[in-house]
């Protein structure tokens, strides 16, 4: 029996440099980790990176395509466990105030992404933080809408103002600081 880890293979291979680039990315900024810094984290061969990303940027699309993946899905598990609307928008925010207030939360990758590129070269990668929004936006109306509220589109807005915002000052706060507010903020929306 030998000692030897197991070798990648396959897909688990571009997995596994997805995830090692996502918590680098993630730590330090896109702008600052290398691909030489990820295969060497990885623990791989550069050709096995350049195999699945040909460049730096369709490796930055897939951590972002992967961090996407993770926070619909995640979305969709609470929906799917509070059928009622109202129900639902209080889980919904209880998780995203959890996230943005946890110890080491550096900001909303997204935000973090976009805000590190720029010029039209780098319209690709904007655009696909963009999509996130846009994304967050047509659920919060969806979801809005099922609540029967006056106006439950401009509710949808504030809730992602909201969010946004929770995301973008619980990086800044070591205890989570106005992000732990954001279920009471919602309270006060739909009382008004």
């Known amino acids: 029996m ?24 993630y730590a330090h900024g896109v702008r600052a980790i290398g691909v030489d810094e990820v295969v060497r984290q990885a623990g791989m061969a550069k050709a096995s ?30 929906a799917a466990r509070h059928p009622d609307p109202r129900a639902e928008l209080d889980a919904q925010l209880t998780w995203i105030q959890e996230v943005a207030s946890r110890d080491g939360y550096r900001g909303c990758a997204f935000v973090n992404t976009a805000a590190e590129f720029s010029g039209t070269d780098a319209e690709h990668i904007r655009r696909r933080c ?52 954001l279920r009471a903020l919602a309270d006060d929306l739909l009382s008004q």
């Open 49 to 78: 990176l350049y195999r699945w990303f040909p460049t730096k940027d369709d490796l930055v699309l897939a951590v972002l395509e992967h961090r996407d993946n993770r926070f619909w899905a995640r979305w969709d598990d609470t």
């Open 130 to 181: 963009a999509d996130h929004e846009h994304e967050l936006a047509r659920r919060l109306r969806a979801l809005t809408a099922r609540l029967r509220v006056d106006d439950s589109d401009r509710l949808a807005d504030q809730l992602h103002l909201a969010i946004v915002g929770a995301f973008a000052v619980g990086g800044i706060y070591p205890q989570g600081g106005p992000a732990l507010r």
């Open 2 to 25: 030998s000692d030897k880890p197991k070798q990648l293979r396959g897909i688990a291979v571009r997995d596994k440099l997805v995830g090692v680039a996502s918590d680098l990315f």
